[in-house]
């Protein structure tokens, strides 16, 4: 069977031409379709149960929707934690499950149990239950000049929609066109009237309705009543109900005018006013195809925009992935021409070439499957291709070598080819099949870095069963037409100096008497290795240089918009300056909310946040980060300004803050104590800044309390009062109205008061005949300040600690450390408090914690394979000698490089193990042929060392070249992938020297034993 598969290449050329072709083909057109992305998707494995109470606080959110919601949810399987949140107005419940667990069930489940929950407050909007979902943002498009401009901005929204590639866009700091109903409050209040009793009449004379049909000649006569408001003249004559029954209008009790509302949350972009229109694109689109697209757009749209409007595309997804994926292509670029060179020096030019043509079918194989299997192109899988640049010419080296070998002995090309390539065929299968054993078990890794790094063994095992197809169907033929051919005997000039060097230390560390000190002086390297260790960082990703700064800035709890907005101003006059000018590519403003992915958001006037966006240049990473500090300073600096806060985004998958810990318990006072206790702790360390909590100073308040007693006597309900309330102060929308084609909101409002006197004096309206009533009557109100949000675990109340570290002078790790020890004495007296880690800490223990077990995995599937192609319990074992050896040089590779030990290292020292075994894997197999054509164990052992030096130190060159330019940045920077880079090359280096001195010194130890085991005593040389 194996003959005949060998043999269809070279008996059928045209058909070998053919599936060559369609390969390439399908490669070519996958690449074409294949989203392009800067990271890969994953699931975020989350429910999210939200709901809404205007003008709640946190605290009474957090009585009246969390802890109803809370009880719903106790027994729902598939939960690991629940995490509540509540702000001014919002609640919302974030459900982390266990990775077994159904999403979609899961929320089905959910939203059955809090659809059952009856207590919850009238007013409540919600609660909604969603499966959490990554937004695949494609860019902000920014329309400055005018923010009152919202048809404009609805009209480019329109247009947006339209492209293919666009799934939504929505609308932010665009102001809105109302029609106020603004009431005089003297005029209101001697009537018994309020905000809601207006807003009820107008939404009634805004309703028409069926009435009846009638019967005339015997024929049916449809009669409906007919809206008495249809523009906003009518809404003056809209009759109004008094308590003493005389006629009233709305014009009589309030004045209409027809006004702009300012937004909850303003935009300016670059300086400017502007509507934000936030551009999101489907799961499928290209960002690299759509971002062109989307600027010529763009471009068209700003010909036609009415004078004094612009438009602005930043913050596109597609910047800073072209320049990364343009670094790893350029890598590998320069390494597959380091590999044909390399290829060329030993099996000379024509057998480089052959190999280096079939190199397309693995690539373009493996894309085709990456495409079929619902995957994208992104840097982690465009490293997946650059990792195997040298790997995937292994098979076809050995093959190719093994040929050449055939041919210097003589035999004509298809001899040789089919020969050469049957007596390597087991050794190849099997290295090709550990090496996907070695990366298969990393598809099992955790936390977000582990799952982003999953691709990686995805696109190694593709493309090594694309290469194994070429290398037995389409090389043979290759080979048995094209095969250079050389003389008998004849070795070429580089496999000459290496076997000149290598045969002298061969033969000296073969003798009996080195044996035991060759293999002991290799395991105190070892050993030795091991224990630089300990002088290593380890942490989840290496930090590059600066992409995007998110700034939130926070002003006292009474500061107006206008406060906010000169803050924001100072900082655009920092950013205009002519010497920031080439670090920037934009600068985005958002007065009104604080927003991050993992928190609710925060709205309010005393709140702004800053989007900075830097140009992707190392060489200007040193100045981007002084600008970043001075910005910092800059706002500091600002009297209006309370608190700064500063993320720094680099080219790495978003993770947790260094530092980022929950202290949980059954009661709030403990809790705030102990989080008070070891926030002076951290502010205390070394390294260690930006310590912060996520209570913060909530907003100034006025808290009405009502007494029901009161209340009853009047005949009114708690829910009414607060209503009324609301109504009065923020005002209430009564209808809509159709103007120019557009929805425009009526807004019933009375002049809102300005203290707490104003509010204890607000009417409220009680039905006929009772007079009006005032709010002193049924309850008392008084100055509150809470705190910005209040947060849950699992039923219990938490406050949540997070800094920011130095990395030159401390590690998440160590400070982790300190923290627990801290706790460890507060323990004693708050012994129901607890603490739950998050942010970078948890994600280093959930990644790096399954590393041990995935590592062994690998190894036990490897051994396994080993085992039965041998049929041997301890040659395996001599194979997997090069496994330590791996490790050694990684770590020295790392350390050399200055390089801390990252997830993405260790993943890739994960992936080394099945990359080292492959040489001593065709060695001993090598050594077992020469044995059973009846050779001496010592004469096996040398011969065959020095018959697969070439294939050897072929395969391992080309490997240690296809990853040589990513690894000393020969094209450009990629801090997140080079570690993983420098591990595997640096690894297979020290593990290849290594190996052909310790596998042949392994192999005659093992002779010995089992000679000894079998007469008793040790034999002889």
């Known amino acids: 069977m194996t003959r005949r598969l060998v043999r269809l290449g070279i008996d059928h050329p045209v058909l070998l031409n053919l599936l060559f072709l369609v390969v390439c083909v ?366 995937l010419v292994d098979d076809a080296v050995v093959i190719v070598e093994n040929v050449q070998r055939h041919l210097e002995q003589g035999r004509d090309r298809v001899t040789a080819t089919v020969e050469g390539t049957l007596e390597v065929l087991p050794a190849v299968v099997a290295a090709t099949l550990t090496t996907c054993l070695s990366f298969a078990p990393l598809l099992l890794l955790e936390g977000l870095i582990g799952r982003v790094m999953r691709i990686v063994p995805i696109v190694v095992i593709l493309s090594l069963i694309a290469s194994l197809f070429e290398a037995f169907v389409i090389l043979p033929g290759h080979l048995a037409h094209h095969a250079q051919e050389t003389e008998a005997g004849h070795d070429n000039a580089p496999t000459r100096w290496l076997r000149a060097a290598y045969t002298p230390l061969l033969r000296t560390v073969t003798l009996p008497r080195w044996r035991a000190a060759t293999l002991v002086g290799v395991l105190l390297v070892v050993l030795g290795a091991g224990g630089l260790l300990g002088v290593m960082r380890l942490t989840l990703t290496s930090p590059g240089h600066p992409v995007l700064a998110i700034v939130q800035v926070r002003l006292p709890p009474s500061s107006h918009r206008e406060a906010t907005t000169q803050v924001v101003a100072a900082a655009e006059a920092l950013a205009a300056r002519p010497e920031h000018a080439p670090l920037l590519r934009f600068l985005r403003a958002e007065l009104g909310r604080l927003g991050k992915p993992d928190t609710l958001p925060l709205f309010g006037d005393r709140y702004a946040q800053l989007v900075v966006g830097f140009r992707n240049d190392k060489a200007l990473a040193t100045r981007t980060w002084a600008f970043v500090d001075d910005l910092e300073a800059e706002l500091e600096r600002q009297p209006e300004v309370m608190d700064v806060e500063v993320e720094v985004i680099t080219g790495s998958p978003p993770v947790g803050r260094p530092v980022d810990v929950r202290v949980r318990g059954r009661e709030p006072e403990e809790v705030d104590a102990v989080a008070r206790a070891l926030v002076a702790h951290l502010e205390g360390r070394d390294g260690v800044h930006g310590v912060r909590t996520d209570q913060g100073q909530g907003n100034d308040a006025l808290e009405v309390r009502v007494d029901p007693a009161r209340a009853a006597r009047l005949g009114l309900r708690e829910q009414e009062i607060a209503l009324a309330t609301r109504a009065a102060i923020d005002g209430t929308e009564a209808l809509e109205l159709a103007l120019d084609g557009r929805s425009v909101p009526v807004r019933v409002s009375a002049r809102p008061p300005q203290d707490r006197a104003g509010v204890e004096d607000l009417v409220l309206p009680l039905p006929a005949p009772a007079p009006p009533t005032r709010i002193r009557q049924v309850a008392d109100v008084r100055r509150d300040q809470g705190v910005e949000r209040i947060t849950r675990v699992d039923g219990e109340r938490s406050v949540r600690l997070t800094a920011e570290l130095t990395p030159s002078v401390t590690t998440s790790a160590d400070e982790q450390a300190a923290v627990e020890e801290a706790f460890a004495a507060l323990a004693v007296d708050h012994p129901g408090v607890r603490l739950l880690w998050g942010g970078e800490a948890a994600d280093t223990a959930e990644s790096f914690g399954r590393l041990p077990q995935v590592g062994l995995l690998a190894l036990t599937l490897i051994y396994a394979v080993l085992a039965v192609q041998f049929r041997s319990y301890l040659q395996p074992l001599i194979i997997l000698s090069a496994v330590p050896l791996g490790f050694v040089g990684a770590v020295l590779g790392l350390l050399a490089f200055g390089m801390d030990l990252t997830l993405v290292a260790m993943v890739g020292v994960v992936g080394l193990t099945g990359i080292v075994v492959n040489d001593s894997l065709v060695l001993v197999d090598f050594v077992n042929q020469r044995r059973r054509e009846g050779a001496e164990v010592l004469d096996a052992v040398q011969d065959a060392s020095l018959q697969r030096l070439r294939p050897i130190l072929i395969t391992t060159v080309t490997t240690i070249a296809g990853l040589l330019p990513l690894a000393l940045g020969l094209t450009g920077e990629e801090p997140l992938l080079a570690p993983m880079a420098v591990a595997i090359a640096a690894g297979l280096a020290v593990a290849t020297a290594l190996t052909l001195v310790v596998v042949p010194v392994l192999y005659l130890a093992l002779d010995d034993l089992t000679r000894w085991t079998r007469r008793g005593k040790p034999a002889g040389s």
């Open 26 to 391: 399908a490669g070519v057109v996958a690449w074409l379709r294949l989203p392009k992305e800067e990271f890969p998707q994953v699931g975020t494995d989350r429910v999210i149960v939200a709901a809404a109470w205007p003008g709640a606080s946190p605290a009474e959110l957090e009585d009246a929707v969390l802890r109803p919601l809370e009880d719903a949810l106790d027994g729902i399987e598939g939960l690991r934690h629940v995490d509540a949140e509540a702000t001014e107005g919002r609640a919302t419940l974030t459900l982390d499950l266990l990775r077994t667990a159904d999403p979609v069930q899961v929320a089905d489940e959910v939203r059955t149990a809090v659809d059952d929950v009856a207590t919850l407050p009238d007013d409540v909007v919600g609660p909604t239950v969603a499966v959490a979902e990554v937004e695949l943002a494609l860019a902000h498009v920014g329309l400055t000049g005018d923010p009152r401009r919202r048809d404009v901005a609805e009209a480019l929204a329109d247009q947006l929609l339209e492209l293919p590639f666009v799934a939504s866009v929505a609308l932010e700091g665009a102001w809105e066109r109302t029609i106020e109903v603004e009431l005089d409050p003297a005029a209101a209040a001697a009537r018994g009237l309020g905000p809601v009793d207006v807003a009820r009449a107008l939404e009634a004379a805004a309703q028409g309705a069926p009435a009846g049909t009638l019967t005339r000649a015997g024929e049916g006569v449809l009669v409906r009543t007919v809206k008495g408001v249809r523009a906003p003249a009518d809404l003056a004559g809209v009759p109004l109900r008094v308590a003493d029954g005389a006629e009233l209008t709305v014009g009589q009790v309030a004045h209409i005018a027809e006004r702009w509302r300012a937004p909850e949350l303003g935009v300016r972009v670059d300086g400017q006013p502007a509507i934000l229109l936030v551009v999101r694109r489907t799961s499928d689109a290209d960002a690299l195809a759509a971002v062109p697209a989307l600027q010529a757009w763009a471009e068209e749209a700003a010909a036609g925009l009415p004078p004094g409007l612009q438009l602005r595309l930043h913050d596109d997804s597609a910047y800073v992935v072209r320049d990364r994926l343009q670094v790893l292509g350029s890598s590998g670029a320069v390494g597959l021409v380091l590999v044909a060179l390399v290829l060329g020096a030993f099996v000379g030019r024509r057998n480089a070439a052959l190999v280096v043509w079939g190199m397309p079918v693995a690539y373009l194989g493996a894309i085709a499957a990456l495409y079929a299997v619902g995957q994208s192109m992104n840097l982690i899988s465009m490293f997946g291709l650059l990792l195997v640049t040298g790997i």
